[in-house]
């Protein structure tokens, strides 16, 4: 196999060390999936992006060390950061330049056709929304979570995850669940969420994946495509902003509109190598 450029990036942060890492991976030839997930699973981060040719422009796929999955936002943030240093640097591969579009890019997945922009108050990626719909509280998950049935104020399920609105910010974040018992539930993950407890976002949220080899992701993209559209009608407006409340935390703008969510978020590119297998 070829020698092929592979990066990580700190998606959804201005500085280096916080936000959440993703590895991303330009192949211009296709790989075996297999070899994906082994290159995943080195890398042993939540995500890693793998951006090939496609008859329709360009593809994108995410695995986390031990699957793949249908969408991830910090990953694709983490892609357009990459193809936007490497227009500017004027090393962008050759098989990339024609679907470059003065700063825009479209990527098809599995979540349909993905679209992103290098603006300049950062990247924005056009999603499609994943509003929850209430769902019965599974009887493992208040202990899961490690909380009390009065803590939950609301329970759904949206496209990939389930969701549960908590009575306050403090609760997110002193959350330890038990993630053994977590990774037992029919779902990619659980997002916690809570009205926010500081000016710069209006929600806070943390999101959970173990039962995708991921126990807890820094900054989640995709479950803010369920967090903007859950959160829209409470606070009457299009534009919110988030903060995810993990170790390294990251922030979230997030414009809602019909069925797609915009989600803005800058990234910093902390190494770039070659992989030789």
Do not use: Y
Not at 52 to 57: E, L, S, Y
Not at 122 to 146: E, K, Q, R
Not at 200 to 223: C, L, N, Q
Not at 227 to 247: I, V
């Amino acid at each position: 196999m070829p020698e092929i450029p592979l990066f990580q990036v700190d998606a959804f942060t201005s500085k280096p060390f916080q936000g959440n890492p993703a590895a991303v991976c330009l192949l211009q030839n296709p790989a075996p999936d297999q070899w994906m997930q082994q290159v995943a699973a080195e890398m042993n981060l939540a995500e890693t992006a793998f951006l090939t040719p496609d008859p329709a422009g360009l593809r994108l796929r995410w695995m986390t060390p031990t699957t793949e999955v249908d969408l991830c936002g910090h990953a694709t943030l983490a892609t357009v950061q990459v193809i936007r240093e490497l227009h500017a640097k004027n090393e962008l591969p050759d098989w990339i330049k024609p679907h470059w579009n003065q700063s825009c890019l479209q990527f098809q997945s599995r979540s349909g056709v993905l679209t992103a922009e290098a603006a300049t108050n950062g990247i924005v990626l056009d999603f499609p929304a994943t509003l929850p719909t209430a769902t019965p509280l599974p009887d493992l998950l208040p202990t899961a979570l490690n909380l009390l049935p009065e803590q939950i104020v609301w329970c759904g399920q949206s496209r990939f995850d389930l969701l549960l609105q908590l009575n306050h910010a403090t609760t997110v974040r002193q959350l330890t669940p038990n993630l053994p018992l977590l990774a037992q539930l029919p779902v990619r993950g659980v997002i916690v969420t809570a009205l926010g407890d500081a000016a710069d976002h209006d929600f806070i949220s943390r999101f959970f994946a173990p039962a995708s080899g991921v126990p807890e992701d820094p900054v989640t993209g995709s479950a803010h495509c369920a967090l903007a559209p859950f959160w829209q009608p409470h606070f009457g407006r299009s534009t919110l902003f988030g903060f995810q409340a993990s170790q390294r935390g990251g922030h979230v703008r997030m414009d809602v509109h019909e069925q797609r969510v915009r989600l803005t978020g800058n990234a910093v590119t902390v190494f770039r190598g070659t992989l030789f297998v």
